[in-house]
């Protein structure tokens, strides 16, 4: 191919460039008047339902060449640059940066929005409570450790409602300041990034201590300040504190997922993919756990996923979390939460949200 040629194709590009600029203009107007009608009416600028409608109709719709994940991608980030017209959203989050919770926070609500670093669980869902957030983000389960029993609990004693979920893929590297494997006396990291890549440092750095730490972040900030020592965790932290990455994709497992929790005071409309999640106590009687699932066998709905926590209250009590499969407006999830609230002791609706997707 010719210079001419690429020339000629560079131009066209620049065209269809000043044609997309032009059209998100005009989208972006339709945004802010929708802002207004939303102020006037007492509605938050952030949809949920909406916004997930919109990506799942973009997909279908989609017959080029990019991929879905790259067109969810670019449209997220113009979603929530035209929601940020219409109210700056604030989102809490269990930091600091650069960690998996910080991904979460950006693939879920984009780059426009003001992010805010908290130290702990419990820190982002007082900012949401108390209305210094709009939103929160907390890890709630991984794929090969299991759940954080921390937002289970604040679950159970807040009244934060689930608006939304964010599946992510885990990839850990180690990272250190001298960029040696040889070097390396200690590793730091949180005590799940640790769990989760075991056996890859046992195997390669054998005798060398762990220990655990508040966040990835922390580690990795040690690691920059401390010769022989290295961190686990998400690659980006090598570039935010200038480490040198020694080995990527160390977790023990390829399929290593995280989900994430979008916490927030308003209920979410359906949509073509929903979660519901509640929380519920039993009386100690025989048969109790199977007489409070039947209604979600006879009305054909799936749990997704029921596991139990002691109760902060009583010792020897459980509170049991269950995810099921559908939005609480339908009627068969409407008489299956009938019959579940007949046989509880207590129930409590956690909110049904757009289900995560992985990208």
């Known amino acids: 191919m010719d210079d001419e040629s690429i020339w000629q194709l560079r131009k066209e590009i620049d065209e269809l460039d000043d044609e997309i600029i032009e059209l998100l203009a005009r ?19 952030h949809d949920p339902g909406r916004e997930q409608a919109v990506l799942l109709a973009i997909e279908a719709r989609n017959k080029g060449s990019l991929p879905n994940s790259a067109l969810r991608s670019i449209f997220g980030e113009i979603i929530s640059a035209c929601r940020a017209l219409q109210q700056p959203t604030r989102v809490s989050f269990l930091g600091p940066e650069a960690t998996f919770t910080h991904l979460a926070a950006v693939e879920y609500f984009g780059r426009s929005c003001r992010l805010m670093p908290r130290d702990s669980i419990v820190d982002v869902f007082r900012d949401v409570q108390s209305g210094n957030a709009d939103f929160g983000v907390v890890p709630v389960e991984n794929s090969n450790e299991g759940t954080v029993g921390l937002t289970l609990d604040q679950l159970a004693d807040g009244d934060l409602k689930i608006c939304g979920e964010v ?25 799940q990034a640790l769990a989760q890549c075991f056996g890859w440092l046992a195997r390669n750095l054998p005798g060398r201590p762990t220990v655990q730490m508040s966040s990835t972040a922390v580690a990795a900030r040690r690691a920059a300040e ?20 020694l080995a990527r994709d160390i977790q023990d497992r390829s399929m290593n997922l995280t989900r994430f929790l979008v916490l927030g005071h308003e209920d979410c409309k359906p949509t073509a993919q929903d979660r519901t999640s509640v929380l519920f106590t039993l009386p100690h009687s025989p048969g109790a756990l199977l007489k409070a699932l039947n209604p ?44 579940l609230s007949e046989c509880a002791n207590r129930l409590k609706f956690l909110g049904s949200y757009p289900a995560g997707r992985l990208a």
């Open 27 to 45: 989208r972006a107007v339709l945004a802010k008047e929708i802002g207004l009608l939303k102020s006037m009416k007492g509605l938050p600028a």
């Open 167 to 191: 599946l992510l893929r885990v990839s850990h590297a180690l990272m250190s300041k001298n960029g040696d494997l040889e070097d390396v006396k200690q590793i730091l990291s949180h005590p």
């Open 226 to 245: 401390e010769e022989g020592t290295a961190a686990v965790g998400n690659e980006m932290l090598a570039r935010l504190y200038g480490l040198t990455v």
């Open 296 to 339: 979600f066998h006879q009305q054909g709905i799936n749990i997704c996923k029921i596991e139990s926590r002691p109760s902060k209250d009583t010792p020897w009590e459980y509170i049991f979390f269950a995810d099921l499969e559908g939005h609480a407006s339908a009627p068969a999830m409407k008489a299956a939460l009938l019959g």
